[in-house]
């Protein structure tokens, strides 16, 4: 399996992190009623952008399967915090809820 997290700004669209397009660590564990998304931040992410944003941000995993299938996990942060450990250069987002589909099962 596949995986790829994104992090954008829901209002705007912008992209803040893809690790599709530059691998990063990050780790996505299920914390009583919600998520704990944890990144590693790399040089070319502006942390204060996000944290800017941190009120707006939606958190996407892609997840690919062996027979193609792409299930896409849609985390709504809402108020959840957004907090970063310099020290540790890690982002941490707790989302309050998701939303899973198959974005081929649906058509127009």
């Not at 599709?20 to 996505?28: A, C, I």
């Not at 998520?35 to 931040?41: D, F, G, H, K, S």
Request: aromatic fraction near 12%; proline fraction near 4%.
């Amino acid at each position: 399996m596949k995986e790829v997290i994104v992090v954008r700004h829901s209002v705007g669209g912008r992209t803040f992190i893809h690790t599709g397009q530059r691998p990063t660590e990050y780790s996505v564990t299920p914390i009583g009623q919600g998520w704990r998304i944890t990144l590693i931040i790399t040089q070319d992410v502006d942390i204060q952008e996000i944290l800017r944003w941190k009120q707006e941000l939606n958190v996407f995993l892609f997840r690919e399967f062996d027979d193609q299938t792409v299930k896409k996990i849609w985390f709504y942060v809402k108020n959840g915090p957004v907090t970063y450990n310099d020290r540790l250069k890690q982002i941490t987002i707790f989302a309050e809820s998701r939303i899973e589909y198959i974005p081929n099962e649906f058509g127009i």
